[in-house]
T-cell receptor
């Protein structure tokens, strides 16, 4: 696609439920990043993929969060047993390679846990 | 660990005037990149301007320019001839330039810019 696509745009879920957020990066981009942006804050790093592997998952807040990128393109961020504190905008970004400085962002998924 | 600080939660400027957004950062690295991103209500982060730390010359992109002071660890954004479409949240961000690093972006808390007609 022309840009980074994230679905759904908005997601409302009940506390305790499981959610999946999808990111479709720009075709050919090997580096993919997930960030979380809480209200009134800047985005915070969650996880970085280079190809299919999670090269750095140091930003994941706890073991309820997990992400995959099985074929090196689309990535899914999975959150188990959602809590109200998980409510945020989840942003995905991709870049041509790890060393490339320009990261292109999607429009994010706004997750609301009620 | 690196940190980025934006001390101006909100700024306002008259259309056609000039405004400067402030950013300071802390790092022990000598080689890195600094960025300004714009985030309109659509939520998509848009790259405004980029500065390589090893370059002394300040980056410029049309109406946008930076004042990069490496010793002071300061990186301000100047918007000239402000337009209504410039109204958005602006984030300053840092990225390590070292090979092998994740090269994740570290963001400040943002400055909300309002442009008055």
């Amino acid at each position: 696609g022309a840009g980074v696509s994230q679905t759904p745009s908005n997601k409302v879920t009940e506390k305790g439920k499981y959610v999946e957020l999808r990111c479709d990066p720009i075709s050919g981009h090997t580096a993919l990043y997930w960030y979380r942006q809480s209200l009134g804050q800047g985005p915070e790093f969650l996880i970085y993929f280079q190809g299919t592997g999670a090269a750095d998952d140091s930003g994941l807040p706890n073991d309820r969060f997990f992400a995959v990128r099985p074929e090196g393109s689309v990535s899914t961020l999975k959150i188990q047993r959602t809590e109200r504190g998980d409510s945020a905008v989840y942003l995905c970004a991709s870049s041509l390679s790890q060393g490339n400085t320009e990261a292109f962002f999607g429009q994010g998924t706004r997750l609301t846990v009620v | 660990a690196q940190t980025v600080t934006q001390s101006q939660p909100e700024m306002s400027v008259q259309e056609a005037e000039t405004v400067t957004l402030s950013c300071t950062y802390d790092t022990s690295e000598s080689d890195y990149y600094l960025f300004w991103y714009k985030q309109p209500p659509s939520r998509q982060m848009i790259l405004v301007i980029r500065q390589e730390a090893y370059k002394q010359q300040n980056a410029t992109e049309n109406r946008f320019s930076v004042n990069f002071q490496k010793a002071a660890k300061s990186f301000s954004l100047k918007i000239s001839d402000s337009q209504l479409g410039d109204a958005a949240m602006y984030f300053c961000a840092y990225r390590s330039a070292y090979g092998g690093a994740t090269n994740k972006l570290i963001f400040g808390t943002g400055t909300l810019l309002a442009v008055q007609p």
